[in-house]
Structures are given as structure tokens and as C-alpha cells.
């Protein structure tokens, strides 16, 4: 539809993997495949938080809000990614286009700024053993968790109402999701009130919780190496490492593509940069955190009937 000079588009094409029709079939089973263990996952992790009066603890009550996000998040994005991947009309309403973008801003501002919370979690938890179940009672829990979803939420509404106003010139998006970032180079000029925000909001939801997550696990390791037992240190190091592992992955990859020259990259390394920390880390998320713990595996396998009700299980 076209008014005077602005051009308003009922729909977008998806551009996706369409150069490389033979990988398409790879990249469906591959993110077909993700996407299940994803979700699966996920809403294991969450039933067993929920059934289990022994796994409602700061830690998994933050853990709960991340597979949930995770579940969100990757719905947002992957049933068009599998859909399109398999169809030749590779099209997406204008509508359809902003929600997808909004949730997931939504979800990954959330990711980054929740990731922080479990972070300081993790340092009370470790440091602070004593002080633990005062500092993180359940009120404080609720409102870390709340800020966390209240400033992802807003941040990307912010982001989304002001990408609404861009005018554009064309409606092929070079990317298999209405990713901002692509969306923005359809753009009949360059806006730099938008590219003010967009750097403004990455800067507050990437380096600085990924600077505070660092801070959190240099005093978590300095307390792990005054550990006198060498298996308690090697399983300390080995669960801190795994969530280090994952929070790299994440940031880094959400880094490299928010935080760089636009003209640094070809936008075929950010659409698998974009499945990187858009399926990749939503997978690990559970496996890393909590479903290779034996507390967790123990809540599994009494939630199943395969265990007694007494029987104790360690923390990692």
C-alpha cells in the first residue's frame, strides 16, 4: 500500500537460506531436532520445579523463569525459520513480522539481564552460605525476577515502536526471522535517533550484565579455591565452567552482532550467528544448568515413580 511517498508493506518476503536450496533440508532436521530437545527440555525442567517442593529454591525459581523465556523465545522464531525452510513462498505478514520481533527483543533482553540475576545468585549462594536464605528470600527472588522481565519487556517495546516508524523501501528481508537489525536495512534512509537506541539499549543489556556475571564468578572462584576438599574444587570448577560456557556463547554471540561495524560481516554469518544464540543456547540452557544435576535427575526419576519418596539427593 503506498501513501504519498511512504510505502507501508502488507507482508515481507524471508529471505532465509534460499541461496543454498541443499542446506535447507540439513538446517530443517538440524533446528527441527533442536527445537524438540528445546522444548522438551524446557518444560521438564519447569514441571519438576513445580512438582517437586524440594527444587522450589532461589535457584531453580530463576531457572523456571529461563526455560520458560527459552521456550518463548525460540517459539517466536523457529516454526517460521522450519516452515519456510520447506516451502517456496517464504512470506510473513506485516503484523506477524512486529510481534515476532517484539517477543523475541522481548525474550532476549530478558535472557541477558536474568542471566546477571543467577549470576549474583550463584556468588550469595557460594560466598555467602550462611547469610544465603535472608539475602534471597522469596520476596527478593520475585522482584529481581520481575525487573528482569520488566526491563526486557519495555526495552523492546521501545525498540519495536520506534523501528514501526522507519519508513521502508523494500520488503525482502535478508534473514530467516523478522530480526531488527534486518528489518532496519530495508530502511529508505537511516534514521540516527534509531541507531541511537539501538546502541544505547545493547550497551545496557550486553556488556554491562555480562561485566557483573564476570564479577560474580571471579569471587565464586576465588571462594572455590579456598575449597580444602580436591573433588568439592573439581566439581565446583566443572559446574562453573559449564555456565560460564553457555553465558559466552550467548553474550558473545549477541555482541557480535549488536555491537559491530554494520559493514564488519556478511549477513549470512549474522543468520548463523542468530541461530547460534537463538537455538543453540535455549537447548543448553537446561542441559547445562540443571538436567545433568543429580538433584534434578533424582526429581525426574521420583516425579516418574521410579524412586522413593525419602531418598536424599546432592547438589551439584
Same mark, same amino acid.
Given at each position: 500500500?503506498?501513501?504519498?511517498?511512504?510505502?507501508?508493506?502488507?507482508?515481507?518476503?524471508?529471505?532465509?537460506?534460499?541461496?543454498? #536450496?541443499?542446506?535447507?533440508?540439513?538446517?530443517?532436521?538440524? *533446528?527441527?531436532?533442536? !527445537?524438540?530437545?528445546?522444548?522438551?527440555?524446557? %518444560?521438564?525442567?519447569?514441571?519438576?520445579?513445580?512438582?517437586?517442593?524440594? &527444587?522450589?529454591?532461589?535457584?531453580?525459581?530463576?531457572?523456571?523463569?529461563? %526455560?520458560?523465556?527459552?521456550?518463548?523465545?525460540?517459539?517466536?522464531?523457529?516454526?517460521?525459520?522450519?516452515?519456510?525452510?520447506?516451502?517456496?513462498?517464504?512470506?510473513?505478514?506485516?503484523?506477524?513480522?512486529?510481534?515476532? =520481533?517484539?517477543?523475541?527483543?522481548?525474550?532476549?533482553?530478558?535472557?541477558?539481564?536474568?542471566?546477571?540475576?543467577?549470576? !549474583?545468585? /550463584?556468588?550469595?549462594?557460594?560466598?555467602? #552460605?550462611?547469610?544465603?536464605?535472608?539475602?534471597?528470600? /522469596?520476596?527478593?527472588?520475585?522482584?529481581?525476577?520481575?525487573?528482569?522481565?520488566? @526491563?526486557?519487556?519495555?526495552?523492546?517495546?521501545?525498540?519495536? %515502536?520506534?523501528? &514501526?516508524?522507519?519508513? &521502508?523501501? /523494500?520488503?525482502?528481508?535478508?534473514?530467516?526471522?523478522?530480526?531488527?537489525?534486518?528489518?532496519?536495512?530495508?530502511?529508505?534512509?537511516?534514521?540516527? &535517533?534509531?541507531?541511537?537506541?539501538?546502541?544505547?539499549?545493547?550497551?545496557?543489556?550486553?556488556?554491562?550484565?555480562?561485566? $557483573?556475571?564476570?564479577?560474580?564468578?571471579?569471587?565464586?572462584?576465588?571462594?572455590?579455591?579456598?575449597?580444602?576438599?580436591?573433588?568439592?574444587?573439581?566439581?565446583?570448577?566443572?559446574?562453573?565452567?559449564?555456565?560460564?560456557?553457555?553465558?559466552?556463547?550467548?553474550?558473545?554471540?549477541?555482541?557480535?552482532?549488536?555491537?559491530?561495524?554494520? *559493514? %564488519? *560481516?556478511?549477513?549470512?554469518?549474522?543468520?548463523?550467528?542468530?541461530?547460534?544464540?537463538? $537455538?543453540? @543456547?535455549? =537447548?543448553?540452557?537446561?542441559?547445562?544448568?540443571?538436567? /545433568?544435576?543429580?538433584?534434578?535427575?533424582?526429581?525426574?526419576?521420583?516425579?516418574?515413580?521410579?524412586?522413593?519418596?525419602?531418598?536424599?539427593?546432592?547438589?551439584?
Amino acid at each position: 500500500m503506498k501513501g504519498g511517498n511512504l510505502t507501508v508493506w502488507s507482508f515481507f518476503f524471508l529471505e532465509g537460506f534460499s541461496r543454498y #536450496p541443499k542446506l535447507e533440508i540439513v538446517l530443517f532436521v538440524f *533446528s527441527l531436532v533442536m !527445537y524438540l530437545i528445546t522444548i522438551l527440555g524446557n %518444560s521438564t525442567l519447569i514441571l519438576i520445579t513445580v512438582l517437586d517442593s524440594r &527444587l522450589q529454591t532461589p535457584m531453580y525459581f530463576f531457572l523456571g523463569n529461563l %526455560s520458560f523465556m527459552d521456550i518463548c523465545y525460540t517459539s517466536a522464531s523457529i516454526p517460521t525459520l522450519l516452515v519456510n525452510l520447506l516451502s517456496s513462498q517464504k512470506t510473513i505478514v506485516f503484523s506477524g513480522c512486529m510481534v515476532q =520481533m517484539y517477543l523475541s527483543l522481548a525474550m532476549g533482553s530478558t535472557e541477558c539481564v536474568l542471566l546477571a540475576v543467577m549470576a !549474583y545468585d /550463584r556468588y550469595v549462594a557460594i560466598c555467602h #552460605p550462611l547469610r544465603y536464605p535472608i539475602i534471597m528470600n /522469596r520476596q527478593v527472588c520475585v522482584q529481581m525476577a520481575t525487573v528482569s522481565w520488566v @526491563t526486557g519487556c519495555v526495552t523492546a517495546l521501545l525498540e519495536t %515502536s520506534f523501528a &514501526l516508524r522507519v519508513p &521502508l523501501c /523494500r520488503n525482502l528481508i535478508d534473514h530467516f526471522t523478522c530480526e531488527i537489525l534486518a528489518v532496519l536495512k530495508l530502511a529508505c534512509t537511516s534514521s540516527l &535517533l534509531m541507531d541511537m537506541i539501538m546502541l544505547v539499549v545493547s550497551v545496557l543489556l550486553l556488556p554491562i550484565p555480562m561485566l $557483573l556475571i564476570c564479577i560474580s564468578y571471579v569471587f565464586i572462584l576465588s571462594t572455590i579455591l579456598r575449597i580444602s576438599s580436591a573433588e568439592g574444587r573439581n566439581k565446583a570448577f566443572s559446574t562453573c565452567g559449564a555456565h560460564l560456557t553457555v553465558v559466552i556463547l550467548y553474550f558473545g554471540a549477541a555482541l557480535s552482532m549488536y555491537l559491530k561495524p554494520s *559493514s %564488519s *560481516s556478511s549477513q549470512e554469518v549474522d543468520k548463523i550467528i542468530s541461530l547460534l544464540y537463538g $537455538l543453540l @543456547t535455549p =537447548m543448553l540452557n537446561p542441559i547445562i544448568y540443571s538436567l /545433568r544435576n543429580k538433584e534434578v535427575k533424582g526429581a525426574v526419576r521420583k516425579v516418574l515413580g521410579q524412586t522413593p519418596l525419602y531418598q536424599t539427593h546432592e547438589n551439584l
